[in-house]
């Protein structure tokens, strides 16, 4: 999402947490996300906290794997100070940029220092994004060698001209390859999508859901292209270059993904989500949208524990300075009252498919569930049973169905 | 002291014959207030070096506009042929609007300058003032302004001039309100052609009210033109109107800074103050007297002031509604012709029916509330007074298309009518009547002046005038054509309310009175705008306009499918949540016209014409 980051606290230079975030952890899953902040190119789409080699101001890649392994021994001093009981990651998630841009080695030593300092819970999932061009099969032997089991490959679109529009890179023949090595290093496969890209129709986009259902990955993400502010496709749409892409055919584009995804055996797990059953969906996404806890380590990265969410410093080179200096590289946080932690609940549980439970909104919310229902948003019987999970109609229009049931909450 | 007038008349004390009460009738533009201004400095009253552009309209929207709104009297001194003269400039407002109180200026005086630009010729305007001018007798001095400018056309505007009023062109005077060339002869000819005010100074006073201003530190300063008798100081003076009964606390002459005299004789012009707060205590019009020494008969000519224009006027944000109504309560004191009730508007909330002697009373007052108080205000469609019987015989005033009675029940609409006259370049004539008759004119008549100016006369309803009619004029004439209009009575007419429903709830600030014939257009134009304007919802929102029950236009806006935010991971849950408190706050400035929220810069927009299109995020 674009935009400043809201005003907040500043952020202790110790990171230590108020017991408030602690008291209760045991009962929260934990996991650990690491941001790998660098593209080789910057895609005119992403407005993520990524960095090519030419505006990292002195930062090194190379540095950048002990950088992290030394905030992952940061977080773990301040859980065990701040009162928090041990707890092993059972999700371990590496996002970007383009954690592949690292040699497998960096990777593996980045988890080694997790399980170091916190321990991989048995069966944990251990996930990296990768580009389809930025991996080959022995990085990928590697990786599930050093502990992954699963990799989510940013594929985008099976047609050149989508992808072109998007400036991505990768040959789109490339995709059954890397899907092949990564099955034989045993590894999960997610593949991501994203359509509303301008000039895409809707036979493009059909054309890249069959590609998609043609690998047999175990999990599918699908997102609408969102335009931020600032990036090169909002100016191109400005100056008229490119069409702004269009919320009806967004709206089919949706329906024809979760009809062709349903009818080849994917069920939606989330919003923008769909697995082959319910061991594959993406556990450590699930961590954000259940209010679990998790420490994210990288420049820019957002962390969670307990009502209390913090950020860290944008740029690779702030966040190493202020490792280096021993104090906390987050730069703002927030400790959520308890209104605030409801909002989030059910902003973010609305979104999944286990869903809110009827019984724990407050009254405002429960008044909202009849109109809803009529609306064709929420399903009538799983509604009866006690439990909200969106329609379809209702998944495209998830944020008024928040708003609805937030309205007396909020107010 | 003016160096042509080494011993000027003393108010109080002054003999009528020496006495000169004259006005300036002229166009917006045609450069009164810089001649007024010109003539200040050369008779002496003001020093040069306090001199600044225009000072005699005080108010900035005047300065601004180069209109007068208010009326003022100056009074000069001026030496001919040995003997010291007052001169009395009697300031008119210059717009139809406040066409009453340019006929109570008129009637102030013995004679008026009648200014035209040498570029440009005599407007609409002007003539309708010069009509009322001679029908009160005045001698006219013609004078054409602006002759320095290189586009001046004297000898053609002398002679347009001079068939107009008669006499030769060579009496039309030339003058540079700017540079000052030919006032001086102006101010002469104003001594030898204006004829000596005429009054008993031994009957009871008797005083016409031609202005009455508000001022915040000494409250209502009212401007009189003494007929018969005298005033003075303390006396107890009553208004012949009303009968209140005031004590003056000053009495004066402008010069142009107000100057206190011991009283004011036969035929002069001053100012009192009598401490009341209100202007409608002190009425343009009306006739004072004293209390000791009553007249029995007051002057004639006095009439209370009539809105012909009715607008709503409602804070954009909803909570400045005190302000509102506080704003309207000052203003008030200094408009005696504003009148306001509260309104309600399912579209815009809380605000205040007002009504207005014209458009730009309307502008004006709208502008004043923003200007001088800071209030962001909308104004609804203008609307005018119609009076409706029923079939039962019942008689409705209808000043809101809500008062509009529903059902079939309606015997006849009667609509008021104004006669206006267009004047403009010939060429324009096929033009100018093309719009007349679509706005419902019936021709009265056609005349050329001079050469190339025509003066086209029409009956119309005044209803068609408050729409857009100047704006239409203005753009199919190229600015040309001016427009001065009266009221001229009331016809019936087959007027019927269209209403804009939004999925079938009435949205009451976009219902209208119009004629059978232009309906489907105004349904088509509103409903198009509001198509544009109002979000999507997550329910398809049929918009429709209506006369009665019957559906005349439809527009629809369709159902909004897609509002979810696909990515929403561990970075983006502070934003989304961030945005969802924004999306709240937002609400509630959102009107709900049944299941529909509209955001109210929608409403705005629409009414005020400006069709931007809608953000289709929420």
Redesign the interface.
């Known amino acids: 999402m674009a935009g400043p980051l809201p005003i907040a606290d500043p952020a202790p230079a110790d990171g230590l947490l108020p017991a408030s975030a602690t008291t209760d952890a045991a009962s929260r899953a934990f996991g650990v996300y690491l941001h790998v902040p660098f593209c080789r190119v910057r895609c005119g789409y992403c407005d993520f906290n990524t960095y090519t080699s030419g505006e990292l101001r002195g930062a090194r890649q190379e540095d950048f794997a002990d950088q992290a392994a030394a905030e992952v021994r940061f977080a773990r001093d301040v859980l065990e100070a701040s009162g928090a009981p041990d707890r092993a990651a059972s999700t371990v998630f590496f996002g970007g940029g383009t954690p592949t841009l690292l040699p497998a080695a960096d990777l593996v030593r980045m988890l080694g220092a997790v399980r170091d300092a916190f321990g991989i819970a048995e069966g944990a999932e251990v996930t990296t994004e990768a580009n389809p061009d930025s991996v080959d099969a022995d990085d990928l032997r590697r990786l599930a060698d050093g502990g992954f089991t699963r990799v989510s490959f940013g594929m985008q679109s099976a047609v050149p001209h989508v992808l072109a529009a998007l400036d991505r890179t990768h040959d789109p023949a490339r995709v059954p390859l890397v899907v092949g090595w990564a099955r034989e290093a045993g590894l999960d496969v997610s593949l991501d999508l994203i359509y509303g890209t301008p000039g895409e129709t809707l036979a493009d986009w059909r054309t890249s859901l069959a590609a998609v259902i043609a690998e047999r990955p175990d999990h599918v993400s699908a997102y609408a292209l969102i335009v931020e502010d600032g990036t090169k496709l909002a100016r191109q749409i400005r100056r008229g270059e490119l069409a702004t892409p269009d919320e009806d055919l967004e709206a089919d584009m949706y329906e024809l993904a979760d009809d062709l995804l349903g009818r080849a055996g994917y069920e939606w797990y989330e919003v923008s989500n769909w697995a082959t059953d319910a061991a594959h969906r993406s556990r450590h996404n699930l961590g954000y949208w259940r209010g679990d806890d998790w420490w994210g380590v990288g420049p820019g990265a957002h962390s969670h524990v307990g009502g209390v969410r913090w950020w860290n410093a944008k740029h690779p080179a702030a966040y190493a300075e202020r490792l280096a200096s021993g104090i906390s590289p987050a730069v703002g946080r927030e400790t959520l009252d308890h209104a605030t932690r409801e909002t989030e609940r059910v902003l973010l549980a609305t979104r999944i498919r286990e869903g809110v439970e009827v019984s724990s909104l407050h009254a405002g919310g429960r008044h909202a569930v009849a109109g809803l229902i009529a609306d064709g948003l929420v399903d009538a019987r799983t509604a009866l049973a006690g439990k909200l999970t969106l329609t379809r109609r209702g998944r495209l229009l998830a944020d008024a169905v928040v708003r609805r049931l937030l309205e007396t909450v909020i107010e | 002291m003016s160096p042509r007038a080494a011993h000027p008349p003393v108010p109080a004390a002054t003999d009528p014959a020496l006495i000169r009460n004259f006005c300036i009738i002229a166009h917006i533009d045609h450069g009164k207030s810089t001649l007024a201004d010109r003539m200040l400095q050369i008779t002496g009253v003001v020093a040069d070096r306090d001199m600044r552009a225009q000072y005699l309209d005080r108010m900035d929207i005047e300065r601004e506009r180069g209109i007068t709104i208010k009326s003022q009297a100056v009074r000069m001194p001026w030496e001919l042929g040995g003997t010291g003269y007052a001169l009395n400039m009697i300031d008119t407002p210059g717009h139809v609007d406040f066409s009453y109180e340019v006929s109570r200026s008129l009637a102030a005086c013995e004679g008026a300058i009648l200014l035209v630009d040498a570029a440009q010729g005599i407007e609409a305007q002007t003539l309708a003032n010069l009509y009322l001018a001679l029908e009160n007798d005045l001698e006219i001095i013609p004078v054409l302004n602006k002759i320095d400018l290189p586009a001046a056309e004297p000898e053609k505007y002398a002679r347009e001039l001079a068939d107009l009023i008669g006499g030769s062109p060579d009496d039309v005077l030339r003058v540079s309100g700017k540079t000052g060339m030919g006032v001086e002869d102006l101010l002469d000819r104003v001594v030898e052609r204006i004829p000596a005010p005429k009054g008993n100074a031994d009957a009871p006073a008797r005083a016409m009210i031609f202005d009455s201003v508000y001022d915040s530190y000494r409250g209502v300063v009212t401007y009189v033109r003494m007929v018969d008798g005298q005033l003075n100081p303390r006396e107890r003076i009553q208004m012949m109107s009303t009968k209140a009964t005031h004590e003056i606390l000053e009495i004066g002459v402008s010069s142009p800074e107000p100057t206190p005299t011991k009283g004011l004789g036969v035929g002069e012009v001053g100012y009192l103050i009598t401490g009341v707060k209100d202007v409608r205590q002190s009425k343009v019009g009306d006739t004072v007297t004293t209390l000791a020494k009553s007249a029995t008969e007051p002057l004639a000519g006095y009439t209370e002031p009539l809105p012909m224009v009715f607008s709503g006027l409602y804070p954009i944000d909803g909570s400045d509604y005190p302000e509102l109504r506080e704003a309207l309560d000052k203003l008030k004191l200094s408009d005696a012709a504003l009148v306001y009730e509260p309104e309600t508007s399912v579209a815009l909330g809380f605000g205040f029916r007002c009504g207005f002697l014209g458009l730009l009373h309307l502008e004006i007052v709208t502008e004043r509330l923003r200007r001088e108080f800071d209030l962001d205000i909308i104004a609804t469609a203008p609307s005018v007074v119609y009076e409706v019987t029923t079939e039962d015989k019942k008689s409705v005033t209808v000043t809101n298309p809500s008062e509009f009675p529903t059902g079939g029940k309606i015997a006849e609409v009667r609509e008021p009518i104004v006669k206006a006259a267009i004047l403009a370049p010939k060429d324009y004539v096929g033009t100018i009547m093309e719009l007349c008759q679509s706005r419902r004119g019936t021709l009265l008549g056609m005349e050329y002046l001079g050469e190339d100016r025509v003066e086209i006369r029409y009956n119309m309803p005044l209803g068609e005038i408050v729409f857009d009619f100047f704006d239409n004029l203005k753009s199919k004439t190229a600015g040309y054509a001016s427009l001065d209009y009266e009221p001229a009575g009331d016809q019936a007419a087959d007027l019927v309310k269209v209403d804009i429903l939004l999925q079938g709830e009435q949205v009451d600030a976009f219902s209208a009175i119009v004629h059978r014939d232009k309906a489907y257009a105004y349904g088509v134009l509103m409903t198009g705008r509001l198509r544009e304007l109002i979000p999507r919802q997550?329910?398809e929102v049929p918009i429709q306009a209506a006369i009665g029950a019957r559906i005349i236009a439809r527009e629809s806006i369709?159902a909004?499918?897609?509002?979810?935010?696909?990515?929403?991971?561990?970075?983006?849950?502070?934003?989304?949540?961030?945005?969802?408190?924004k999306?709240?706050e937002g609400?509630k400035r959102m009107k709900m016209v049944g299941r529909v929220e509209v955001p109210q810069e929608a409403f705005i927009a629409a009414l005020s014409g400006e069709t931007e299109k809608k953000d289709?995020k929420k």
């Not at chain 2, 696909?566 to 934003?575: E, L, P, Q, S």
Request: aromatic share 6%; glycine share 6%.
């Open positions: 997550q329910f369709r909004i499918r897609k509002d979810v935010l696909a990515k929403c991971y561990g970075g983006d849950i502070t934003r989304k949540r961030k945005l969802l408190e999306q709240k609400k289709a």
